[in-house]
């Protein structure tokens, strides 16, 4: 054999290793076919994507990957290959060997023997599993996004607006067609313009812009009260390309919160000046009604006498009350920053200590668990066990000395105190109302009180976004719960 016939042959040799190994690495499945549809050739794609190894399915006809209610294309594509046709990006459906069905995209080009003649076709398959899911996804983004009642807007790092949804439209006055190519400036009042530069820079740094209350106005000019989230966008590569803005109309929520504000305000003040100019009046009764009965007793005849002991009686009581009242609306300031954090079990001690005469005058047993550490005013605190201890002690029932025990632990992300007793209990019908000011289940003759204690532990647990309740029935002892953040 000459060194010029070795040459050709050589190369034909390479030739086919490439185009295997290139057929083998194709993430497409790669098929052949007879004119009669027996499958001559299979790669590792379509081994991995029909599920059938080479050896299973060469020499069967092309049919077991379609399913039943398909078979009709077959025909239809092998004239065309006999025509010399090729069959373009045809989408259709076909079956794995675990009779799964999936979709897929088939090119078939006709394969030519050395002298032209069609002889068989090979297949490409294109697996559309990925692509329906992600347009699946896509459509359902965007009726997520479009439903939102929230405006969603993005942007390129440039600040140059991409997309714009219904309530980005509904809430800045602006269409999509008018907003979309604007640079986000355009939604931006003058004297808030610093705050863009800040927001691009934190973007591209791949950081999330989270909550940011601020000021934005609509196309009419009026401003609205706003709180933005904005997210970086990345491309395939994990590059910061754009952003992702979600604007939220909090001017309804600003005014409410005003209002309540306000309210708030002015029912302190109402409370205060009320309590505080009823004392003076009240002193004046009392000082004279007791001047009365000390003085003119022997004047007065016994029914005389009797009423003016009642009166006394109700201004002592009317007292305690404005006494009461101004305790409640005293009860949460504070000069003490609450994130100092303070020790329980040194505050349940003072109050324990303050307590030290009526529990040992009713008998009371007192048992407590470590406590934890707590970021609120330590007074706040005392206050809390104060009044639900002292509760525990005044309300005991008329068979057994009181027993009251003091535990702590967790509920989700707060601590979650308890202090139960064993006394007369509380129907579960008024287990809301006793935190009510003034609501009281019984007559100062039976237990002496006000009705305010329970209120001051609710405006306290209020204040330090907590929650007070109380588990309960009627004889069976009261367990109080209150929570507050860790
Ligand atoms: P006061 O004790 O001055 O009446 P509170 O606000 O502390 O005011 O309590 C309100 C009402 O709740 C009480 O009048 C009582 O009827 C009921 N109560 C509170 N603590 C207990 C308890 N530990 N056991 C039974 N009833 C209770």
């Not at 504070?334 to 200590?353: G, M, R, T, Y």
Request: glycine share 8%.
């Amino acid at each position: 054999m000459s060194a010029e016939g070795v040459k050709p042959d050589t190369q034909a040799i390479e030739a086919a290793a490439l185009l295997s190994a290139i057929v083998d690495s194709s993430d497409d499945a790669i098929i052949s076919k007879d004119l009669s549809g027996i499958i001559t050739s299979w790669n590792k794609s379509a081994e991995r994507l029909f599920g059938y190894t080479a050896e299973e399915v060469i020499g069967r006809s092309v049919k077991v990957l379609i399913p039943r209610d398909r078979l009709n294309e077959e025909p239809e594509i092998l004239l065309r290959l006999q025509h010399g046709e090729r069959v373009d990006h045809f989408e259709t459906i076909r079956q794995r060997k675990d009779g799964t069905l999936f979709a897929i995209s088939l090119t078939i080009s006709p394969v030519k023997d050395a002298t032209g003649k069609i002889v068989g076709a090979s297949k490409i398959a294109h697996d559309l599993t990925d692509r329906r899911k992600s347009e699946h996804a896509d459509q359902l983004l965007g009726a997520i996004v479009d439903s939102s009642d929230d405006a969603i807007i993005s942007k390129d790092l440039s600040g140059i607006i991409t997309s714009w949804n219904k309530s980005a439209e509904r809430l800045f006055g602006y269409t999509a067609e008018e907003a979309v190519g604007k640079h986000v400036t355009l939604l931006i009042p003058p004297d808030r313009l610093q705050e863009e530069p800040e927001i691009l820079r934190k973007l591209q740094n791949g950081e999330r812009v989270d909550h940011f209350e601020t000021i934005r106005q609509r196309k009419d000019g009026a401003l609205l009260e706003i709180s933005l989230t904005i997210s970086p966008v990345r491309d395939a590569s994990g590059k910061v390309v754009g952003a992702s803005k979600i604007a939220r109309d909090i001017t309804e929520r600003r005014r409410a919160e005003e209002y309540i504000r306000r309210l708030n305000q002015d029912l302190e003040q109402f409370a205060f000046s009320a309590s505080h100019d009823l004392q003076e009046p009240l002193r004046s009764i009392k000082i004279y009604g007791e001047l009365l009965s000390t003085r003119y007793s022997e004047k007065l005849d016994q029914q005389a006498n009797e009423f003016l002991g009642y009166m006394c009686d109700g201004a002592s009581r009317m007292e305690t009350l404005v006494r009461g009242l101004l305790s409640y609306v005293h009860a949460i300031k504070s000069d003490i920053p609450a994130d100092e954090a303070v020790d329980a079990n040194e505050a349940l001690q003072n109050v324990l200590e303050g307590l030290a005469g009526v529990i040992s005058e009713s008998g009371a047993t007192i048992t407590f668990d470590p406590l934890p550490d707590v970021h609120m005013d330590h007074l706040h605190l005392q206050q809390l066990f104060q009044n639900l201890i002292a509760n525990g002690v005044k309300y005991r029932s008329p068979d057994q000395p009181p027993m009251i025990h003091i535990s702590a632990g967790t509920q989700g992300a707060s601590l979650l105190f308890s202090v139960k007793d064993n006394g007369i209990g509380i129907d579960p019908e008024y287990k809301e109302r006793i935190f009510g000011v003034f609501k009281r289940l019984h007559t100062n003759d039976e237990y002496p009180g006000t009705g305010i204690g329970l209120a001051i532990c609710q405006r306290i647990l209020d204040r330090y976004h907590g929650r007070i309740w109380v588990e309960s029935e009627l004889g069976k002892g009261a367990t109080f719960k209150f929570t507050l953040p860790r």
